[in-house]
């Protein structure tokens, strides 16, 4: 069946992909799925597989790619146009054929599993199949950047071992069982969507270490804690690190601890070339590196996350600025990837890229900002959506600040009344020090503040500085100046940006305090996990595979991997044109 290889070559829409696994794909097996001949099946009799004269290729002989992409495989019924099938041999039902496999000399473990409340003991996959999806999934993560490491949760944190709503599986992404999507199946039976997506992924973990300390191992992670109680302890030190000791960069106002400019972030204190780590899993989307500016680095990563907590999909962002500049000889994974290496081109340039991210990887070191007199070692960490987050979360903290009609400068006298001691309409730094240092920062760390972003250049920032009383005794002159010198450095979000990253142009999003993210997101986590949602199944409880309920091996038919729908000819399929295949969802709809 061909010869295996160290490295072999999966073949996506045309492109031969190489990845870290031998793998026979089908070029060199002999077997060709395009070919111009009927391979009969162990259901088919022979005269019906008799090709036509002119062979049988679907959509005709259209050129590569649009031939692989044209191609759909039944295996998941209505879902078989937007998903990939992979198929992880294994008999199943250990009760029903207890000697399958010991008869033929192969010692495969038993494992139970529950699902759809039937506990059933099936034969486990053998290491070398789960190392095989391993590699498979990272090789996927490459090159499927809307694929991302996640699996249908039940709660936060724990893994749903039944059949979803409809209505949940057609917007869900990441990895799925075909249990999942009807009670009919149980395959793939004890496979661990959890903890596989846990080894694609990496481990959370803290942006940095809440308590540098020079005696950390260079490799180590300040990885998340198992309690409560040390995630929370991890969490105030991050906090104190922005409302204690540093100068300014506040959530949500007062970016160098001045005025009522919406800041989105908060800036963490470390000392210099700190390491930076990735929270989450993600893609890393945009990113500059170069020199020193006039107020210090403008260095900084954007990362792109498509996260599961429960049953809902969390979307969202992340930025570290004021990153260190780093050399030819950088450790970081993704300076060294080839992709930045192709596009790296004049220092301090925006550069667009689409590299995943596994949580706890290095991204970066703290470097030096801020003007003259506040310029110091500091982190700029920032959380920002698309679209609100966790309203669908019961008992959520979260509160949102519409603060989109006021332009850069925050109106909102539930913030504002909160900071300005003497109530004269404007903050000044000693008052955003006093609040924030005086522990009263705790009451706005669950905001969630929906404005436009400070890293555009629209609306024009030497216009927005004039209109308010904050800047009315600074000349128009010196504005200009100040913009120049200490904002127009730092800008990035254009609409070049924006379309590769998928951003709204006009920079106008939800913002969360980074440090209060990571902490409820991970507490959630751990709450779901003390109430016993990964409980272990006794084997003794377990039976044969219910009568109505089949897998893959079961299926004769193929009833389950296919839906009605995709059997019936769709009359607009004859009038269908190359160009119109390849516009997909954009072509002109089939006319009378």
């Known amino acids: 069946m061909g010869r295996f290889r160290p490295n072999g070559e999966l073949i996506i829409a045309g492109q031969r992909i190489v990845v870290d696994a031998p793998i026979v794909n089908w070029t060199m097996s002999g077997w060709d799925a395009t070919s111009k001949f009927c391979i009969p099946t ?50 199943g039902d250990a009760k029903k054929e207890p000697t399958y496999y010991s008869k033929h000399g192969i010692n495969r473990p038993v494992k139970a599993c529950r699902i759809n409340n039937n506990t059933i003991l099936s034969y486990d996959f053998m290491p070398a199949q789960y190392d095989a999806m391993i590699r498979l999934g990272k090789a996927l993560q490459r090159v499927l950047p809307n694929l991302p490491a996640e699996y249908p949760q039940a709660s936060p944190g724990i893994q749903h071992w039944g059949t979803l709503p409809t209505s949940t599986t057609h917007s869900y992404a990441g990895y799925i069982g075909h ?22 992924r990496g481990a959370f ?5 809440p308590k540098p ?34 100068d300014g960069g506040f959530f949500p106002v007062g970016p160098w601890g001045d005025h009522r400019l919406w800041h989105g972030g908060v800036h963490l204190t470390a000392p210099e070339h700190t390491s930076v780590f990735a929270p989450f899993p993600g893609r890393l989307v945009a990113a500059r590196m170069g020199p020193s500016t006039t107020i210090g680095s403008t260095n900084f990563v954007l990362l792109k996350h498509d996260m599961t907590l429960g049953k809902s999909r969390v979307p969202f962002y992340s930025v570290y600025m004021h990153l ?10 993704w300076i060294n990837s080839k992709a930045y290496k192709e596009r790296v081109g004049k220092a301090g340039t925006v550069l667009l890229l689409d590299e995943p991210i596994e949580a706890g990887s290095l991204i970066g070191r703290v470097g030096k900002a801020g003007p003259a007199e506040l310029s110091k070692a500091q982190l700029h960490l920032e959380f920002f959506s698309n679209t609100e987050l966790f309203g669908d979360v019961v008992n959520s903290p979260w509160k949102l600040i519409d603060g989109s009609a006021g332009g850069r400068f925050c109106d909102s006298a539930e913030i504002n009344d909160l900071i300005d001691s003497d109530k004269d309409g404007t903050l000044s730094r000693s008052e955003l020090q006093n609040f924030y240092a005086g522990g009263g920062g705790a009451g706005t760390r669950y905001l969630v503040t929906y404005h436009v972003s400070e890293w555009t250049s629209e609306p024009p920032w030497s216009d927005a500085l004039r209109v308010p009383k904050d800047f009315k005794k600074m ?34 999003v939800y913002h969360y305090h980074p440090v209060s993210f990571v902490r409820w997101f991970n507490q959630m986590i751990l ?44 009359p607009c399929n004859a009038k269908l044109s190359l160009r119109e295949m390849v516009l997909g969802f954009d072509a002109p709809a089939c006319g009378p």
């Open 324 to 333: 260190a500049e780093e050399g030819a000889d950088s450790k970081i994974g």
């Open 42 to 91: 162990e259901t088919e009799s022979a005269p019906a597989c008799i090709p036509a004269k002119d062979g049988q290729v679907p959509y005709g002989n259209l050129p590569t790619p649009y031939t692989s992409l044209a191609l759909m495989a039944y295996h998941a019924s209505e879902w078989n146009l937007s998903s990939i099938g992979v198929e992880l041999c294994n008999r």
């Open 179 to 200: 249990y999942h999507l009807t009670n009919q199946k149980w395959d793939p039976g004890p496979f661990d969507f959890k903890d596989y997506c846990r080894k694609l």
């Open 205 to 209: 973990c803290y942006p940095m270490f």
């Open 213 to 246: 300390d020079p005696k950390i191992a260079a490799d180590a992670q300040p990885t998340i804690p198992e309690t409560a109680s040390d995630l929370n302890a991890g969490a105030d030190d991050l906090y104190k690190s922005n409302e204690v000791r540093a």
């Open 475 to 508: 000349p128009a002159a010196e504005i200009d100046a100040m913009v120049a010198e200490q904002i127009t450095p730092g800008l990035w979000w254009n609409d070049e940006v924006s379309q590769h990253c998928h951003l709204p142009i006009d920079g106008v």
């Open 527 to 570: 709450d779901a996990a003390a109430l016993g949602g990964d409980a272990a199944i006794d084997l003794n409880d377990a039976k044969e595979v219910p009568p109505g309920i089949t897998d893959d091996y079961g299926d004769k038919d193929g009833t389950s991997m296919r839906s009605s729908g995709e059997v019936t000819e769709d």
